[in-house]
């Protein structure tokens, strides 16, 4: 039997912790250190996670010689920059989603990957669950006809506060980099299966959206996308309207239905399922079982493709995250959403 990959984590955040406690139940993998900007966070997570090692700092983390894989979940805007230095550091790397602001820093992140000769992943955790695979073939098999209307759709609504880093410029915040890449990437892989491909590029994309007014982040954002077999997409998100997240694919023959698209097999969306709704015929429920939690398949993902000596992964690749980086660009663009620098 393999040895466990050992990871360390960035970040105590929320999305660490949710992490941390996935790796409990990894097959592949294993969580040895956490590093933090302080030596008190850095403790009490440590703390919280059985005593693993606690670093006050970012390079420290990086320093350890017993890791060997990080995973990124700090705030968007040091995504590019972490990426860079963990491939520097020689460690494999799953970063959270956006993997940078703009598709120029993601391309960034990838070239350092690629130079260092480490794996990179983008942290989509859906793409590693079954029910994405049985999506994608589905639409490869034309289970409803031709392609022709993806429908997908990411909100919530969150009080305002420009303190927190989802409504923080400076942290990178805003509806679209951080929900609005859910509906992106679906979009391009559904596209892209229908074409039998692993995603595709929209041939043409109008966008809108509402900057607030205070924070002066993007608080909602549509977008329409034509991709090259002619479907088209209706993208959604927003952080100020009431809840939603679904999917619906609508072919020349009938509809398919996600009712939990990105958050499958969770205690709060329960088992992946999929309805297929033929015309004429009753609906079709395929329920898609997993053997572990969300965040524990992507670990496993990540842990399985390296022990394959491989530098990306099929469910989340290079091309795919610079290909979504691109549609976010050109969406905030006709939001008129920039960051610092740009």
């Given at each position: 039997m393999a040895a466990k990959l050992n990871w360390g984590i960035?970040?105590?955040?929320?999305?660490?912790?949710?992490?941390?406690?996935a790796l409990a139940t990894s097959r592949t993998g294993r969580l040895v250190a956490?590093?933090?900007?302080?030596?008190?966070?850095?403790?009490?997570f440590a703390a919280d996670f059985g005593g693993i090692t606690a670093?006050?700092?970012?390079?420290?983390?990086?320093?350890?010689?017993?890791?060997?894989?990080?995973?990124?979940?700090t705030p968007h805007d040091s995504h590019a920059e972490l990426c860079i230095r963990a491939a520097q550091a020689g460690k494999h790397i799953l970063c959270e989603k956006p993997l940078a602001l703009s598709h120029a820093d993601a391309a960034r992140a990838v070239a350092?990957?690629?130079?260092?000769?480490i794996?990179?992943?983008?942290?989509?955790?859906?793409?590693?669950?079954?029910?994405?695979?049985?999506?994608?073939?589905?639409?490869r098999e034309r289970a409803v006809g031709?392609?022709?209307?993806?429908?997908?759709?990411?909100?919530?609504?969150r009080p305002v506060d420009p303190k927190l880093r989802l409504y923080n410029r400076a942290l990178g915040g805003g509806a679209i980099l951080d929900i609005g890449c859910y509906p992106a990437s679906i979009a391009r892989l559904v596209a892209g299966a229908a074409e039998g491909k692993p995603f595709a590029e929209p041939v043409e994309f109008h966008g809108t959206g509402r900057i607030h007014p205070v924070a002066?982040?993007?608080?909602?954002?549509?977008?329409?996308?034509?991709?090259?077999?002619?479907a088209l997409a209706q993208l959604t998100c927003g952080t100020t309207t009431a809840k939603e997240l679904a999917v619906r694919i609508h072919g020349t023959e009938g509809i398919i239905s996600l009712p939990a698209p990105f958050h499958p097999g969770t205690d709060a969306e329960g088992p992946g399922r999929i309805i297929v709704q033929r015309t004429g015929a009753a609906a079709e429920e395929i329920v898609c079982l997993a053997d572990a939690g969300l965040y524990t398949l992507e670990a496993d993902t990540v842990g399985?493709?390296?022990?394959?000596?491989?530098?990306?992964?099929?469910?989340?690749?290079?091309?795919d995250s610079l290909g979504n980086m691109a549609l976010l660009d050109r969406w905030r663009a006709t939001v008129g959403m920039k960051y610092a620098g740009e």
């Amino acid at each position: 039997m393999a040895a466990k990959l050992n990871w360390g984590i960035l970040s105590t955040g929320r999305i660490a912790r949710m992490f941390a406690t996935a790796l409990a139940t990894s097959r592949t993998g294993r969580l040895v250190a956490v590093g933090s900007r302080t030596a008190e966070a850095a403790g009490k997570f440590a703390a919280d996670f059985g005593g693993i090692t606690a670093h006050a700092s970012y390079e420290a983390l990086l320093a350890d010689p017993a890791v060997s894989a990080v995973y990124i979940g700090t705030p968007h805007d040091s995504h590019a920059e972490l990426c860079i230095r963990a491939a520097q550091a020689g460690k494999h790397i799953l970063c959270e989603k956006p993997l940078a602001l703009s598709h120029a820093d993601a391309a960034r992140a990838v070239a350092a990957a690629r130079e260092h000769k480490i794996f990179l992943m983008e942290a989509f955790m859906y793409r590693c669950h079954p029910q994405t695979a049985k999506l994608a073939e589905l639409v490869r098999e034309r289970a409803v006809g031709e392609l022709r209307l993806i429908s997908a759709v990411f909100c919530f609504n969150r009080p305002v506060d420009p303190k927190l880093r989802l409504y923080n410029r400076a942290l990178g915040g805003g509806a679209i980099l951080d929900i609005g890449c859910y509906p992106a990437s679906i979009a391009r892989l559904v596209a892209g299966a229908a074409e039998g491909k692993p995603f595709a590029e929209p041939v043409e994309f109008h966008g809108t959206g509402r900057i607030h007014p205070v924070a002066q982040v993007d608080e909602q954002a549509a977008a329409t996308l034509k991709f090259p077999g002619g479907a088209l997409a209706q993208l959604t998100c927003g952080t100020t309207t009431a809840k939603e997240l679904a999917v619906r694919i609508h072919g020349t023959e009938g509809i398919i239905s996600l009712p939990a698209p990105f958050h499958p097999g969770t205690d709060a969306e329960g088992p992946g399922r999929i309805i297929v709704q033929r015309t004429g015929a009753a609906a079709e429920e395929i329920v898609c079982l997993a053997d572990a939690g969300l965040y524990t398949l992507e670990a496993d993902t990540v842990g399985d493709a390296i022990a394959r000596g491989e530098r990306e992964a099929a469910a989340m690749s290079h091309a795919d995250s610079l290909g979504n980086m691109a549609l976010l660009d050109r969406w905030r663009a006709t939001v008129g959403m920039k960051y610092a620098g740009e």
